[in-house]
């Protein structure tokens, strides 16, 4: 998805619930296979050595990902099952103010599986309790529990092909 939002700028700024439900609305009405959305103001602040700033943009990521929810919740016109991935590409300590190479989290899920979570879709079809099971027993989204996860720990050279693979799974359901 290659699309300008306005107010998006990339940096502290940035208006990640327009970036977000841009992406979704781009994927479910414009019938994308992937969206790919790139959020930069939680890397800045590792560069900036900035714990407030560092924990407001995540803050901010949280938010966006409460709008997506909502979004997905409220709509009824789709039966397409989404793939929803939420990792990092790097570490950037706020301690180095650099990039290091430590694991980062990685999730995978299908978004029928993290609105039920959520508590946000209430009636589900065969289809979609398959989907709901298809799970672990982490709760966290942080480098320790994430690596104890159905996962478990892996090279970025594979976060493609896990994608993939997972895609492949809920597809067949």
């Known amino acids: 998805i290659n699309a300008e939002y306005m107010g998006t700028t990339g940096d502290y700024n940035s208006d990640l619930n327009a970036k977000g439900l841009t992406a979704i609305k781009?994927?479910?009405?414009?019938?994308?296979?992937?969206?790919?959305?790139?959020?930069?103001?939680?890397?800045?602040?590792?560069h900036d050595k900035s714990m407030d700033l560092k924990s407001s943009q995540i803050k901010k990521v949280e938010k966006m990902f409460a709008s997506i929810a909502k979004e997905?919740?409220?709509?009824?016109?789709?039966?397409?099952?989404?793939?929803?991935c939420l990792?990092?590409?790097?570490?950037?300590?706020?301690?180095?103010?650099?990039?290091?190479?430590?694991?980062?989290?990685?999730?995978?899920?299908?978004?029928?599986a993290w609105l039920n979570a959520l508590g946000l879709k209430a009636n589900i079809n065969e289809r979609d309790e398959a989907l709901v099971e298809l799970r672990d027993d982490v709760?966290?989204?942080d480098e320790i529990s994430c690596a104890k996860g159905a996962l478990g720990r892996f090279s970025g050279c594979q976060v493609i092909p896990t994608?993939?693979?997972?895609?492949?799974?809920?597809?067949?359901l």
């Open 26 to 46: 781009q994927l479910l009405d414009e019938d994308y296979d992937f969206g790919f959305v790139h959020i930069k103001g939680v890397d800045d602040a590792g």
């Open 87 to 112: 990792t990092g590409d790097h570490t950037t300590p706020i301690v180095i103010g650099d990039h290091t190479y430590e694991p980062v989290p990685f999730t995978l899920t299908s978004h029928v």
């Open 72 to 84: 997905l919740s409220e709509r009824k016109d789709s039966d397409t099952a989404l793939l929803i």
């Open 163 to 172: 994608i993939s693979r997972f895609r492949k799974l809920i597809q067949s």
């Open 139 to 141: 709760t966290r989204f």
